[in-house]
């Protein structure tokens, strides 16, 4: 059944930047995902479990990690691609997929950053889902946002930071930020939050003993252009990404923006 979001949810999604929908996914497709991680993160023995960019493709991708099919699966569902439609409209393309997974102990934090920066689209826009696989928690670093910091399509400063246990090495410094307002996002399995690509967010490093793994998923309207000119690849957050040859999906509706739809593909 789709959740149709009501009025409310649209504008807290409009004002603040993010919302966490209702719909939880069931438990059998958590233990299939819960899975996939243990599977994914196997693939890629040299490779931090933060990092697992495109994990949705499936072979080893142009930017060095052995993806899985059931990310590419979850992208597709509907109970998720029904909210984001509601959201960003009718015409979506996936053109992203990142799973974080912050083992115990040791888990990497994620700098307060927006993203965008480096991604290639034009007119910018993207609403990223971020469904949780295992419990997240202030305790194992679950995401945090700053409310409303997507307003007025604003991009704060950054600074490079070179400290190794981080997963990016961007952060915002800007003094007009408003850092301290940051709110926790915590999310049992099978919840997800809806976030706009200008929103500040970032998340602590994971002390405790609890993993805390969570798949990102990169919608765009099929409105704007993934333009792979403008940057072919690019490691300005610290690792690699081939936006070259990245692949896209249409997941609904038609391509309003002449993007390439075949690059990346191979049947
Ligand atoms: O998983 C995290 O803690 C950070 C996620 C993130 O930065 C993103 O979804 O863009």
């Not at 497709?29 to 949705?56: C, K, W, Y």
């Not at 996002?185 to 500040?200: N, R, T």
């Not at 998923?217 to 957050?237: K, V």
Request: charge should be negative; include cysteine.
């Amino acid at each position: 059944m789709t959740e149709k979001l009501s009025e409310a949810s649209i504008q807290r999604y409009q004002r603040d930047g993010y919302i966490v929908p209702d719909t939880r996914l069931p438990a059998a497709t958590m233990a299939r995902l819960q899975a996939a991680v243990d599977e994914t993160i196997d693939a890629n023995p040299e490779i931090r479990p933060e990092h697992l960019v495109s994990a949705h493709i499936d072979r080893k991708n142009d930017e060095g990690v052995r993806g899985h099919s059931a990310w590419l699966e979850l992208a597709r569902d509907p109970r998720i691609l029904d909210l984001v439609e509601q959201l960003i409209g009718p015409d979506i393309i996936l053109w992203g997929c990142q799973v974080f997974c912050k083992p115990a102990g040791d888990g990497m934090e994620v700098p307060m950053h927006q993203d965008g920066h480096y991604w290639p689209i034009r007119p910018l826009a993207t609403c990223t889902a971020w469904v949780a696989i295992d419990h997240s928690t202030v305790e194992n670093g679950c995401l945090r946002v700053v409310p409303g910091s997507h307003a007025g399509e604003h991009y704060y400063q950054h600074a490079k930071s070179d400290r190794e246990n981080l997963v990016l090495n961007q952060h915002v410094d800007d003094p007009s930020a408003d850092l301290d307002n940051a709110v926790d996002v915590e999310l049992e399995p099978g919840q997800f939050s809806l976030h706009d690509v200008y929103i500040i967010h970032g998340s602590n490093p994971n002390t405790s003993g609890k993993r805390r793994a969570g798949v990102a998923i990169r919608y765009m309207p099929a409105t704007s252009h993934f333009n792979r000119e403008l940057y072919a690849t690019s490691d300005g957050s610290g690792y690699l990404v081939n936006f070259a040859s990245r692949p896209l999906w249409l997941l609904r509706g038609a391509d309003q923006a002449g993007n390439d739809l075949k690059i990346g593909h191979t049947a």
